[in-house]
């Protein structure tokens, strides 16, 4: 097979006796042997036989192995939430005494990991801007610098931060790059061919993509993966098996939603350019996002999230949001049904206008997760509640 779209679908756990089309459900705690030896030779690694859901389950690893198709990684290891794998790879991977070099515009827990708990363990920190010159990231590294940790496009704000540059730096250092790939989806970007050692993904949003599972996963250079499979599996942050089977489901059809999420928003934010009642239209594949050259050397599409800003500032954000009829004002985002959310009061309001101004996040700034129904549909929904806030 070339393509691998189709080593996605074609890859599967070991049909049972029973031959099923389908892969079935392995909602089992642990797994038996047949004698004594085959036990022992399991638990001194062996064997890779499944010994228990905490460490590996059959649906777990199908979903892995699919993952690691897309992404185009060596291995990887499936966590409950996207958190714990952003967690998780920051535990196995970093120690007292060394510096975590991020982007500052990232995922709200992933700011509060950083900030809040990491020092509590000796792990120092600094952030450098989205927008940040190669000679600005490599200003901020540090003799104990061991990890970079960036998200692109950046949420909500939609900055590009260019991980081809950003890895050659890392890898002059030796440093560890560590990109979180779940706003772009491996269908639009694939950071390990840019450079990137490990990916970490939030599969809640774009990979369930019908908002009913939480999920995350990390994968990359088998040797990293190996250490934060060895802390999962002792601390237990491992993804449920029945989670993993609708996540599995689901990546068979990330490709062709993501497709229509891509070109549904691709749409709204052509539309809405220029709106009276707008100071601006954010969306990668726009050629007038300031970071389109780099959107468009590194995605293949501009994901399914357009942002706007609202000349009205915090008022007319609330009051966008209440004259909507169709989308939902809700905190997720990546579902079939398209999704508002105003950030400065809600997501982000703890922040200080200075500290949202630092990450692109002005006071009217609107972020719609566009949703797979009728782009007309969207639209009409979305100029209804602009003409009438
Ligand atoms: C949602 C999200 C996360 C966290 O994922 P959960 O599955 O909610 O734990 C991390 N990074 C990004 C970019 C996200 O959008």
């Known amino acids: 097979m070339k393509h691998s779209q189709s080593k996605l679908i074609r890859t599967r756990v070991n049909p049972t006796s029973e031959q099923e089309h389908s892969s079935p459900l392995f ?40 993952l690691c198709v897309l992404e185009n990684a060596e291995t990887g290891f499936a ?29 709200g827990s992933t700011h509060t990991v950083i900030s809040k708990y990491l020092p509590k363990y000796g792990i120092d920190f600094s952030y450098v801007s ?9 200003a901020a590294i540090t003799p104990n610098t061991k990890m970079i940790y960036l998200e692109t496009p950046t949420n909500p704000g ?20 560590n990109v979180d790939n779940c706003f772009a989806t491996p269908i639009s970007q694939t950071p390990i061919d840019l450079g990137a050692d490990i990916v970490v993904h939030s599969a809640t949003k774009w990979i369930d993509g019908q908002g009913r599972v939480l999920g995350g996963a990390i994968v990359g250079k088998k040797e990293l993966i190996h250490e934060i499979y060895l802390f999962c599996r002792s601390t237990g942050p ?15 059809t990330l490709e062709v939603r993501m497709d229509r999420h891509a070109s549904n928003a691709l749409y709204i934010a052509e539309k809405l350019q220029g709106h009276a009642k707008t100071n601006f239209v954010k969306y990668p594949l726009l050629p ?12 293949k599409n501009g994901g399914g999230i357009v942002c706007f800003e609202l000349k009205g500032g915090i008022d007319a954000g609330r009051s966008f949001l209440n004259h909507l009829k169709m989308l939902s004002l809700t905190a997720n985002l990546g579902d079939t049904r398209s999704i508002a959310s105003h950030p400065a009061s809600t997501t982000h309001a703890k922040l ?3 500290e949202r101004q630092a990450v692109s996040i002005t006071p009217g700034l609107i972020r719609i997760s566009v949703g797979l129904e009728h782009r007309e549909d969207i639209l009409a929904d979305i100029l209804q509640a602009l003409e009438a806030c």
Not at 80 to 106: E, P, W
Not at 161 to 176: F, G, Y
Request: charged share 20%; with cysteine.
């Open 79 to 107: 966590t409950a939430s996207g958190m714990s794998a952003v967690f998780g790879s920051f535990m196995a991977l970093l120690k007292k005494g060394d510096h975590l070099l991020s982007c500052n515009s990232i995922f």
């Open 238 to 252: 491992s993804l449920s098996p029945f989670n993993a089977w609708i996540l599995s489901k689901s990546l068979e």
């Open 288 to 299: 007038s996002h300031p970071s389109f050259a780099i959107a468009q050397k590194q995605m």
């Open 130 to 138: 989205a927008q940040a010159t190669a000679a600005q990231w490599e």
């Open 158 to 177: 939609l900055e590009i931060v260019d991980i081809k540059m950003v890895s050659e730096i890392a890898r002059k250092h030796n440093i560890i790059l």
């Open 352 to 354: 200080s206008e200075a």
């Open 27 to 66: 909602l089992t705690s642990s797994f038996t042997f047949d004698n004594a030896e085959d036990m022992r030779a399991a638990f001194a690694d062996e064997s890779d036989a499944n010994i228990y859901s905490r460490f590996s389950n059959p649906n777990v690893q199908e979903f892995v192995d699919r």
